[in-house]
T-cell receptor
Framework: RKEVEQDPGPFNVPEGATVAFNCTYS??????FFWYRQDCRKEPKLLMS???SGNEDGRFTAQLNRASQYISLLIRDSKLSDSATYLC????????????FGQGTELSVKP | DGGITQSPKYLFRKEGQNVTLSCEQN?????MYWYRQDPGQGLRLIYY???????QKGDIAEGYSVSREKKESFPLTVTSAQKNPTAFYLC???????????FGPGTRLTVL
């Protein structure tokens, strides 16, 4: 079993749609969580951190459920520019800040 | 501009040759990391360093070596012992007081 598992992709949605990504993690020692965005053949870039209370940044909302070891990302009113691969990431703080990455979910927003 | 640089962007080597990938940061970050990404897979940790002159193996350290002689620099050597070296190599750094890591643009290594 992978330590961080994400929804299989690709997700193909029309512009303006709302799309949700789900992710589960298995290491109960994980204390920090993130969503990164990775464009084709580029480096991952931090999209947002994920907190237990949930957090929102414009059209993006992230949620964390520690009891279920579940993380989600909701994108509202999707834009063409949102097309990318979204990486769910769990941090294991007692291992030098190690990050464990999911394999990523590809999103394609069509006109 | 503060950031992380990696060079070269593309690298081609013959099988059996060692190759060193450069990673430099001017963010004054203490911790630095090397990851490898293969097509359709998540990033996997090769080595990391939390402080100068100290580093630890990650999940897939076999066939790789690193050094951390300066805070700004964390070069990775891919040795001939690495069985499948062709991959996208990403360097990252992390500052104190934060858990998020910031990535360089990566080096695509192809071994022919």
């Amino acid at each position: 079993r992978k330590e961080v598992e994400q929804d299989p992709g690709p997700f193909n949605v029309p512009e303006g749609a709302t799309v949700a990504f789900n992710c589960t993690y298995s290491n109960s020692a994980s204390q920090s969580f993130f969503w990164y965005r990775q464009d084709c053949r580029k480096e991952p870039k931090l999209l947002m951190s994920v907190y237990s209370s949930g957090n929102e940044d414009g059209r993006f909302t992230a949620q964390l459920n520690r009891a279920s070891q579940y993380i989600s990302l909701l994108i509202r009113d999707s834009k063409l520019s949102d097309s990318a691969t979204y990486l769910c990431v769990a941090g294991v703080d007692n291992q030098g800040g190690k990050l464990i990455f999911g394999q990523g979910t590809e999103l394609s927003v069509k006109p | 501009d503060g950031g992380i640089t990696q060079s070269p962007k593309y690298l081609f080597r013959k099988e059996g040759q060692n190759v060193t990938l450069s990673c430099e940061q001017n963010l004054n970050h203490d911790a630095m990391y090397w990851y490898r990404q293969d097509p359709g897979q998540g990033l996997r940790l090769i080595y990391y360093s939390q402080i100068v002159n100290d580093f630890q193996k990650g999940d897939i350290a076999e066939g790789y070596s690193v050094s951390r002689e300066k805070k700004e620099s964390f070069p990775l050597t891919v040795t001939s012992a690495q069985k499948n070296p062709t991959a996208f190599y990403l360097c990252a750094s992390k500052g104190q007081g934060g858990d998020e890591q910031f990535f360089g643009p990566g080096t695509r290594l192809t071994v022919l």
